[in-house]
Nanobody, 125 residues
Framework: QVQLVESGGGLVQPGGSLRLSCAAS????????IGWFRQAPGKEREGVSC????????YYADSVKGRFTISRDNAKNTVYLQMNSLKPEDTAVYYC??????????????????WGQGTQVTVSS
């Protein structure tokens, strides 16, 4: 059974850090692009970051560049999102998703077919 499980969310003060994990089971992440998305209350889902299957090229939304870092550990079948200098506007449910996408680029959101259940991140003092 293909499954993605996010963890690591929580409540953090502005300026703080969190590391989200996305653990895959039932398949190997080696040949998939992995994306992190988020959805805040009343807003549409947006792409946050993506890491490609080949060369682990990384991509970030402008709003998180320089603050978030995506990485993958294929041996652990897990992808991480390190989030530093968190801001209240980062508050959202964060989801990881996979796309069977070879190469050093990332696909569009519609190509991501498997999604996790999400983890809540709240940035507040």
């Amino acid at each position: 059974q293909v499954q993605l499980v996010e963890s690591g969310g929580g409540l953090v003060q502005p300026g703080g850090s969190l590391r989200l994990s996305c653990a895959a089971s039932g398949f190997t992440l080696d040949y998939y692009a992995i994306g992190w998305f988020r959805q805040a209350p009343g807003k549409e889902r947006e792409g946050v970051s993506c890491i490609s299957s080949t060369y682990s090229s990384t991509y970030y939304a402008d709003s998180v560049k320089g603050r978030f870092t995506i990485s993958r550990d294929n041996a652990k079948n897990t992808v991480y999102l390190q989030m530093n200098s968190l801001k209240p506007e980062d508050t959202a449910v964060y989801y990881c998703a996979t796309a069977p996408w070879a190469g050093s680029t990332c696909p569009s959101e519609t190509d991501f077919g498997s999604w996790g259940q999400g983890t809540q991140v709240t940035v507040s003092s």
